[in-house]
């Protein structure tokens, strides 16, 4: 993690750089800590690492940087807004060691203000699934020397702007040079003119490092991300209001397609979309409750063990 301070205003906090000071990371572990550049949160060197719930916006640097081989890395339901680089992973294009780098990014909501990186990644494989994506200014999803992006069951809204419809972007890099790159959308649902250039052969064997859930229909997109954030954390001040939209389909033949199952696999650990059923207090319950408590306190007293 960053070390940054923060200042409130309104709903959102600013964070700006702090540092050069001693950080306690453990219980018995105390170390010295040089100034962060911005970042909100930095993955450095790390891996087995879940993000998920946090609600991030106008920080000095990026939302979330995941660098330096850093792996086994889970992103999930987080609020993003007001923000321009909001997520990189991956050191440079010559660091070697971000070539394994494996991301998850799940059920995240990003919202309004934001204009690119989402994420923007270097080397290693990305599973982008079940994301609500509501604009964007320059580009949702780029990258470079050659990452594999495994796109599926997310909802891309793109922005107003004719000449900003692509999801996605090869960043400086020549069309030659991209062509064998495996990227590949399936079962996303592309709304106000978005559109995803997939790239390289499309087989599902080229993902199975890109592939760590399966997905869900994107027809559950706001099911599924509305739990978005810190728990509480209010939305952008105006809803999304387009319907419809096109879907995308797998190239390979061999493909399960971006709807997958419906049902509930993560349960609370990511948040379902159905309301727990209600607890039942009917009388005859509390009175059974009762004659239990009454029993166990009557053989506590008198010393008698609980099982012969």
């Known amino acids: 993690m960053c070390l940054m ?57 990026g939302l979330i940087d995941a660098t330096m081989g850093s792996t086994a890395i889970t ?106 790159w495996n990227w590949r959308t ?20 080229m993902y199975a490092k890109a592939s760590s859930v399966e997905p869900k229909s994107a027809g559950l997109i706001q099911q599924l991300t509305m739990n978005a954030g810190v728990f509480g954390d209010p939305r952008d001040s105006e809803s999304i209001g387009f319907s419809g939209g096109t879907t995308t389909s797998s190239s390979s033949s061999s493909s399960k397609g971006g709807g997958g199952a419906d049902g509930d696999y993560f349960g609370l650990i990511f948040g379902s979309p159905a309301a727990p059923p209600p607890l039942s207090s009917t009388p005859t319950t509390v009175v059974l409750s009762v004659v239990i408590i009454l029993i166990l306190c009557s053989v506590t007293v008198h010393g008698a063990p609980l099982l012969q």
Request: aromatic share 10%.
């Open 5 to 61: 301070s923060s200042s409130t205003t309104s709903t959102y906090t600013i964070v700006t750089p702090a540092g050069n000071t001693n950080i306690r990371s453990s219980p018995t572990h105390v170390g010295f800590r040089t100034k962060s550049d911005g970042d909100g949160i930095s993955v450095f060197g790390a891996q087995n690492i879940w993000i998920d719930h946090c609600s991030l916006s106008f920080c000095t640097d």
């Open 75 to 180: 992103i999930s339901n987080n609020h993003f807004s007001h923000h321009n680089d909001v997520m990189l992973l991956g050191h440079s294009d010559g660091y070697i060691l971000d070539a394994g780098m494996q991301v998850t990014i799940a059920f995240n909501y990003f919202g309004e203000k934001l204009v690119q990186r989402m994420p923007r990644c270097r080397r290693g494989y990305i599973h982008v699934v079940n994301n609500d994506y509501t604009s964007w200014e320059m580009y949702a999803i780029g990258g470079s020397a050659n990452p594999t992006i495994n796109s599926q069951g997310n909802r891309y809204i793109a922005p107003a702007d004719a000449n900003a419809k692509e999801v996605t972007k090869r960043v400086d890099t020549d069309e030659k040079d991209w062509t064998d």
């Open 186 to 205: 399936e079962g996303d649902l592309m709304v106000n003119g978005a559109f995803f250039v997939p790239s390289g052969e499309g087989l599902n064997t």
